[in-house]
């Protein structure tokens, strides 16, 4: 049975990118996954120590911000760009427990474990 399938390349929002550049931030690598009691984020932050990564909640979006070590360069098409930052911004479902949340920071990976809040709710039976 022959499968057919598309091969999409997504571009970046042009204005997006040029704000990055502009600021000097980059967007880390990161990955989302779904477990039964919570999320997983994971980010990877090379170049970054743990004293300089800062997450913070704002309502359903998960902010992540890390200052570089050291300013990392970038050439393309003759241009030179150079970045200090590293930001992501991701929305998450609504019922997440932010209070419990936890993070841990090794060989230049963030872990983040985000709880899901419970929904349910349970009675004593007599």
Do not use: C
């Not at 980010?43 to 911000?65: A, Q, S, Y």
């Not at 393309?76 to 760009?81: T, Y």
Request: no cysteine; aromatic share 8%.
């Amino acid at each position: 049975m022959k499968e057919d399938f598309e091969i999409r390349t997504v571009f970046p929002v042009i204005g997006s990118l040029i704000d990055d550049i502009e600021h000097r931030i980059l967007s880390p690598l990161s990955y989302i996954k779904e477990f039964d009691n919570h999320w997983l984020l994971e980010l990877d932050l090379p170049m970054v120590n743990k004293k300089d990564i800062k997450v913070t909640f704002d309502g359903n979006m998960i902010n992540v911000e890390a200052k570089l070590k050291e300013k990392y360069s970038e050439e393309k098409l003759g241009k030179v760009s150079k970045f200090e930052y590293f930001k992501k911004s991701m929305s998450l479902p609504t019922m997440v427990d932010v209070k419990k949340t936890s993070a841990k920071f090794q060989k230049g990976r963030l872990e983040i474990k985000i709880p899901k809040k419970s929904t349910g709710r349970s009675i004593k039976i007599s």
